[in-house]
């Protein structure tokens, strides 16, 4: 597989000259930071600290902001760090307890941050008293940077987990694609127990709606999402150019939704919705030209309390569609994809958000193409259902074992001895379709990315993460 290429910052190379300095507050780092050179180290000391409020700001670079012990430097109240330069590291602090925040970030990079990092870093229960008080607990902004191996577990006030924040000037246009490309890498994180009782409990928000047509470019692979609670979207895509893959998700209330945007990508990833809530999405597609396919996605549950939660659902727009309302799913690839034992229907396509109170449109030119649905159930069980009238590019070797009358050429009932088992995942010979995988090929060229026929039909076991796989080094 020929990767798009991402500068990565795991490895740090120091001039034999290079200095460390021991710092255990704010005045003390600020010292340092007006003598240090690029590539020296500050350590920060071990102990607890209240209100701490770090800006990691110089124009120095390759410095590197470390815990002492990673893990026994602990931050509460009203603590913060900002990371403001360039080729800037902060690695091993843990945030807990109340936090008395006001609507700061807890952990942020600034529009002027690039080429930055913060790994091996932890943020736990560290929510206000406030459930609508609203921050994130890690926000990216500037251009290269990357968030690796954190842990964030016990938000239950407003505002997703992770944010990706666009650059606009005062003369933006909402709806322009002005703002830069981003190209944030994010990766091998844990995402775990969170709650919120409205809109914006989110795990992770790249872009909003204003920002929506800003060509991100940022990569959202090998994280491990757990435990989120009520919100119907577990990660909310609203930029364009975002692949999110090899990715696993257990036991949440919420989608994989690509809500805005367009051209983005999810594949390889893996869905578990088991959660006895009866309320699990799977993934869910808006917008034009998103590319869905090879993702493995069992027991959702919420097809039947909620249209817009099942294995995947294809949606409508709607007539003069505000910025923030819903676009339809035109020219959608939605390919080899399978669903194990989830609640029928499980692939909806037309599916509109009649809570706006508009007139839908239905998606077009939509291609549907090698889908296994295996073993539907539920009182509307389905293996697939239109709920308007849309018209496809191709729809056709689509397999399911039961289900009810689907009404729609392209699907075809199996026999379940004709599932192959292999290493606990289910599969069927499916026939490599020739136009589908040059045109999943083509889309991702703009990422300089080749895959394979097998990368794009056979799910590979070793996508599906285990919780020692993500999050910080020191709570293994």
């Keep these: 597989m020929k990767q798009f290429l991402v500068i990565l910052f795991s490895c740090y190379s120091f001039c034999a000259n290079a200095t460390d300095y021991t710092v255990s507050s704010v005045d003390e780092l600020n010292i340092v930071l007006k003598k240090a050179n690029n590539n020296d180290i500050i350590i920060w000391k071990n102990g607890t ?16 902001l ?23 590291q ?11 925040l006001d609507k700061d970030d807890v952990m942020a990079f600034t529009q002027s941050s690039n080429h930055c990092r913060i790994t091996n870093c932890a943020v736990i229960n560290y929510s206000s008293k406030g459930e609508f008080d609203n921050n994130n607990w890690i926000s990216l902004q500037g251009l290269y940077n990357e968030v690796d191996h954190c842990y964030f577990s016990g938000k239950t006030n407003k505002g997703p987990y992770l944010v990706v924040r666009y650059k606009t000037d005062k003369n933006f246009v909402e709806g322009s694609d002005a703002a830069p490309s981003t190209h944030h890498h994010i990766h091998h994180n844990y995402f775990g127990y969170r709650t919120f009782s409205e809109n914006g409990g989110e795990d992770m928000r790249i872009g909003d709606s204003r920002t929506s047509f800003t060509h991100g470019f940022n990569i959202i692979e090998y994280n491990y999402f757990e435990e989120e609670r009520l919100e119907a979207e ?23 939704c690509l809500r805005h945007g367009q051209k983005c990508f999810v594949y390889g990833n893996y869905l578990d919705g088991k959660t006895g809530r009866n309320t699990s999405g799977g993934l869910r597609v808006v917008n034009a030209n998103q590319t869905v396919f090879n ?14 939660k099942a294995g995947i659902v294809v949606m409508c727009g709607l007539e003069h569609s505000e910025i923030n309302g819903y676009y339809a799913a ?18 909806k396509v037309g599916v509109g958000n009649k809570s706006k109170g508009q007139p839908f449109i239905a998606p077009k030119d939509i291609s549907l193409v090698s889908n296994l649905v295996i073993n539907s159930y539920g009182q509307a069980n389905k293996a697939m259902m239109e709920y308007e009238t849309v018209t496809y590019n191709v729809c056709k070797n689509n397999f399911y074992t039961n289900g009810g009358s689907i009404g729609v050429k392209g699907f075809e009932a199996i026999k379940e001895k004709n599932i192959i088992k292999q290493n606990g995942f289910d599969y069927y010979k ?28 056979h799910f590979n076991p070793k996508w599906k993460l285990d919780k020692k796989d993500v999050g910080v080094s020191w709570m293994k």
């Design 49 to 64: 600290y209240n209100d701490v409020k770090i800006n990691f700001t110089t124009i120095k670079q390759h410095l590197v």
């Design 66 to 88: 470390r815990a002492e012990t990673a893990g026994m430097v602990v931050f509460k109240g009203s603590s913060f760090i900002s990371v403001n330069g360039d080729y800037l």
């Design 90 to 100: 902060v690695e091993g602090f843990l945030f807990e307890g109340i936090s008395t």
């Design 234 to 256: 577990i990660i909310s895509n609203k930029s364009w150019n975002n692949i999110y893959r090899f990715n696993t998700f257990i036991a949440n209330d919420g989608a994989m």
């Design 295 to 308: 993702n493995y996605v069992v027991n959702v549950e919420g097809s039947e309390k909620n249209a817009l």
């Design 330 to 347: 035109d020219s959608a690839v939605v390919a080899y994809n399978t669903f194990v034992n989830c609640v029928g229907p499980v692939i």
């Design 430 to 457: 499916i026939t490599i379709d020739d136009d589908i995988i040059k045109t999943i090929n083509q889309r991702l060229a703009i990422h300089n990315i080749h895959l394979t026929n097998e990368e794009i039909t």
